[in-house]
Structure formats: C-alpha cells, structure tokens
C-alpha cells in the first residue's frame, strides 16, 4: 500500500484550520454539553484501558483475523469525547485492537478547543491519525488540502461499501477522496414528545399520522395547537430546532454544492414556502426561544410545558435514562404538504485522517472495519447490543432510528452552508433563528434576505474563487 512520509510544513494548512476554530452549524447532532464534560486547553492522552466494561462488554473475539497484519497497528485520536466507550464505536475499536494487536489512544480536547488543537498538533508536525467529519470539512478544509486523500487506501470494491460510491464520489474533491462516510441516516435531528402525555391530552400520536403519511405542516401544527389550548402551563409548541429541518422538507438545500459549484436557494419559492410557515407558526405563538436555537434542556418537554422539542437525535437517550418512567416518542420534522414528496437532511459521519498523520493506512483500516460493523450481519448485531447498553434505547426506538439508516429509501437533502465558511454560518443561522422565533424584531424572509444579501454573495463568490 502507499505509504505517506511526515508533513511538516503545514503552515497554510494550520490557517485554514485555525479559522475553523467555531464551525458547528445548525445540522449538528453533537450534544451542545459536550462543551463542559471535557477537559481544558491541552489535549489529554488517556489509555486504551477502556472503563466502562463492566457496564457494557464487548466480546469481538470470533471476528478477529489472526491472519492479518499491519505495519502500524497504533492509531491516536483527537476528539471531545472518548470514542473507545460510545456504543456505537467501542465493537470496532476493540476489532482493530485485537486484530492487528495495537491500541487506539485517546488525545481528549474540549468541544470549542477541538479545531484550534488540531491546527497546532498538524503545524507541530504531531498530527493525530483520527479526527471526527466536522461539518466546515465540506467543501472548505477539504478544498483546503487539510485531510489526507485516502483514494490509495480503501478499496470500495469491498462488499462492506457496495452502494456506497456515489456517496462517497460526492464529497470528492479535484478526483480525490477524503472522506468515507461508513454510516449514513436521514434523521440527524428529530422532534421528540411526550406520547403519554398527548394520549391523556387526547392528541393524535406523531408517529401514527407519520406511518400513515399524514404528518404534515398543518398536521404539526394542528398537534402544538392542541397541546397550547388542552395544558394550562404550557410555554408554546415547540422549541430547540425548527428552521433548516422545515427549509429541507420542501426538497431544496438552502445552500448546497453541485459539482463543485455553489447553489443558492435562498431565493426559491420552495424557501419562501417554508419561510411562510415558520411566521405563521411564530406569529401564533407556538414557538418557545430557549437559551439561543439550540437550546436542548430536557425539563420544558418533560415537564409538560411545551410539546415538542427539535434537537439532534442524539438526545433521545437522555429522556431514556433521566426519566425511564416516561414513554417519549420521537418523529422527523413533518413533510411539506406542497412537496412532491417526504424529504429529509441527510446525516453522514465517519472519521477523517488529517494531514501529516504518522500511520495514513492504520487509520484507513479502522474507518473500513467500522463500515463492516455497520454491514456485516453478525457484527451488526454485536454493535446493536453494545448501542442498547450504552444508550438504553427501547427496542421500538432502536428499530425505528435505524431504519432512518437505509438512505434507499428516502428523498435527501444535502444543506451545504456549514460547511462553506465560518463567516456564513452564523449569518445564515441568525436568519434561521429570526424566521422562527419572535426575539423582538421579527422580520419576514425578503427582509432577512435583502439585508443579508451582500454579505451572502460576497462570501459565496469568494469561496469560488479561492477554489478555482
């Protein structure tokens, strides 16, 4: 296999790095506490000692290969949280581990310090192996020659990727490829509920008229507008997420990339639809602020002052273990009656391999052993039981989140903002929050539109010329 020598002289890499310090976006799934949990400026190494085996073991040891070999089987890896130990991860750690006989340590850095660490280990000439796909990656830092190309290293010829090229094609840059997403679903954020409390409430449950193709705009609507009218303390009707899940139901990408080229559809009347219906919803007073869009707290919705809370998937396990005395049901964001037909946002995640990583092709063999763990039978259903220890699932929320996973069966929807700037994201994401949520200068869409434009387009038309 090609072996890549070690990078040193990665100044314009650490600058683009370095201005990607506050990327996050409003498609991100990350738990926004993930900010507090860990550590302080310098990243910390811990051991491959995992500490949570007693609670979730895992036993891997009829899938290991005794036969195969790698050169390095030592991988570190950058991040906020210690994958060795998330459910869905720990079975292909330990794969890698005791297949190639190596460790897989743990450089942990705070939420917000990530980036900036990351830019000065690669400037150091100390790059990790293994970092998580931010969503400034695409097309920015990649266009930006940040990661390694990995064309050399995984061959999607392998059954464990069959369906996945044009996945993959898509986020290739000037014919190379970067980033090999090995799980992908189309419900990166959801509306979570009380279904106990809107059967005593006398509310139709989401999920019903989601399986019977009768979750709409107005069916969502109708549903805050009951729990407003039927609870005495409520707050409103929703609060968390609302306003780039609604945008992709009517099929368009607010910002997306289509062969390397920008689209903007702020302008459509797919977006101006939308638009509409985020004002109406806010002038009735459905929609409840919280602490900034991306408020999460669990109390609103467990308490029964508001009826549904938008927030990344990842949420749910928390109302699992913080009040396993309630039944929460969760569904995705309702279709647009107008649309042709139910699109969602597509999610996709794997690990990427920064530039001047000492071990290029160990870190490649990791992110193709977790391809295998999410397509491979067997492992699969180890992968399962170690996801339903750690998250606490219950088997119908299991069955019905991982059927988000089979993206053949969904109309998607790629949003690309996040990914093109630092500087648009939060442009973009005050309008979202404006559209949404009345913060006491409500504006309509034109406005926000005519007001933003400038800067939009400057933005944009830099972007393509930087790539050009």
């Known amino acids: ?17 370095l201005c990607a310090s506050s990327c996050g ?28 085996d007693l609670k979730n073991p895992v036993d891997i040891q009829e899938f290991v290969d005794d036969e195969a070999t790698l050169e390095n089987p030592n991988l570190t890896y950058l991040g906020f949280y210690d994958m060795r130990t998330a459910g869905d991860i720990k079975p292909g750690v330990k794969l890698f581990e005791e297949t190639y006989g190596g460790k897989i340590d743990y450089l942990q850095v705070a939420w917000g310090e990530r980036i900036d660490k990351l830019q000065i280990l690669i400037a150091g000439g100390e790059s990790p192996d293994l970092v998580d796909k931010e969503d400034i990656a695409f097309p920015l830092l990649i266009s930006k020659n940040v990661y390694e190309d990995l064309t050399d290293y995984i061959d999607l010829s392998q059954p464990q990727w069959d369906g996945y090229q044009d996945l993959i094609e898509s986020y290739a840059w000037n014919g ?45 609507r109708d549903s805050m507008i009951a729990f407003t009218d039927s609870k005495e303390n409520a707050l409103g009707g929703l609060y968390g997420l609302i306003s780039n899940d609604i945008f992709a139901t009517t099929g368009t990408a607010l910002i997306a990339v289509d062969n390397g080229k920008i689209v903007n559809n702020l302008s459509s009347t797919n977006i101006d639809r939308a638009a509409n219906f985020l004002m109406d919803i806010r002038k009735q007073g459905l929609t409840v602020r919280g602490e900034g869009m991306w408020s999460n707290e669990s109390a609103p919705l467990a308490t029964g002052q508001v009826a549904f809370l938008g927030v990344g998937q990842w949420k749910i396990t928390d109302f699992c273990k913080e009040y396993p005395d309630q039944e929460f049901g969760f569904v995705p964001y309702p279709r647009d009656p107008s649309a042709d037909d139910y699109y969602y ?72 903002y996040s990914g093109i700037s630092n500087d648009l994201t939060p442009v973009i994401d005050d309008m979202l929050v404006n559209i949404a949520f009345d913060s006491g200068d409500a504006k309509s869409w034109a406005q926000l539109r005519e007001e933003n434009s400038g800067i939009i387009n400057s933005i944009l038309s830099a972007f393509e010329e930087g790539t050009e």
């Open 1 to 17: 296999m090609k072996k890549t020598s070690r990078l040193t002289a990665l100044s314009m890499c650490a600058a683009i790095v």
């Open 25 to 52: 976006g409003t498609n991100s799934s990350t738990p926004a506490e993930a900010a507090t949990t860990t550590a302080a400026t310098e990243a910390t190494t811990t051991s491959n000692t995992l500490d949570d």
């Open 176 to 220: 190379k490829h970067y980033y090999y997403p090995f799980t992908v679903n189309a419900l990166p954020n959801c509306l979570i509920y009380d279904k106990g409390l809107f059967q005593e409430l006398g509310i139709t449950d989401p999920k019903e008229l989601y399986e019977s193709g009768e979750w709409t705009w107005d069916t969502f």
């Open 345 to 416: 946002n597509l999610s996709s995640f794997s690990y990427m391999v920064p530039k001047g990583s000492q071990n290029v092709e160990g870190a490649a063999t990791f992110i193709d052993i977790m391809r295998k763990c999410n397509t491979d039978p067997d492992l699969k259903a180890v992968v399962k039981e170690s996801i339903m220890n750690d998250k606490q699932y219950s088997e119908e929320q299991y069955e019905f989140l991982t059927s988000f996973e089979d993206i053949g069966n969904y109309k998607l929807v790629v949003n690309a």
